[in-house]
């Protein structure tokens, strides 16, 4: 089994700043990737920003605003959200993808953290 603990979240001004963590414990294949999704009021649920090995993907939306990092030390990544927008309002869900060893292809989620842009 794999765990995840989101920290960060909270309110945020338009053109202001949050970062977003989540540490992964447990059963953790050394390949793996992660990822932050996001759901909106009344949205489906979307993905914001992968990262597997070093290579980070970012939803359109958030491209040159927002940056996901890993510390591999930690199992942890940041979501460092710059330039927050009230569409960026979201409940905001930490995954994560085993891709190798005997539970290859185990999918876990975190529990989501809310993220409120609001003047």
């Known amino acids: 089994q794999v765990q995840l603990v989101e920290s960060g979240g909270g309110l945020a001004q338009p053109g202001g700043s949050l970062r977003l963590s989540c540490a992964a414990s447990g059963r953790i294949d050394p390949i793996y990737s992660m990822a932050w999704y996001r759901q909106g009021p009344g949205k489906q649920r979307e993905m914001v920003a992968s990262i597997t090995g070093s290579t980070t993907n970012y939803t359109d939306a958030v491209k040159g605003r927002f940056t996901l990092s890993r510390e591999d030390a930690e199992n942890t990544v940041v979501l460092q959200m710059n330039r927050l927008q009230p569409e960026d309002t979201a409940v905001y869900y930490c995954?994560?993808?085993?891709?190798?060893?005997?539970?290859?292809?185990?999918?876990?989620w975190g529990k989501g953290t809310l993220v409120t842009v609001s003047s």
């Open positions: 995954y994560l993808i085993l891709l190798g060893g005997i539970y290859y292809g185990s999918e876990y």
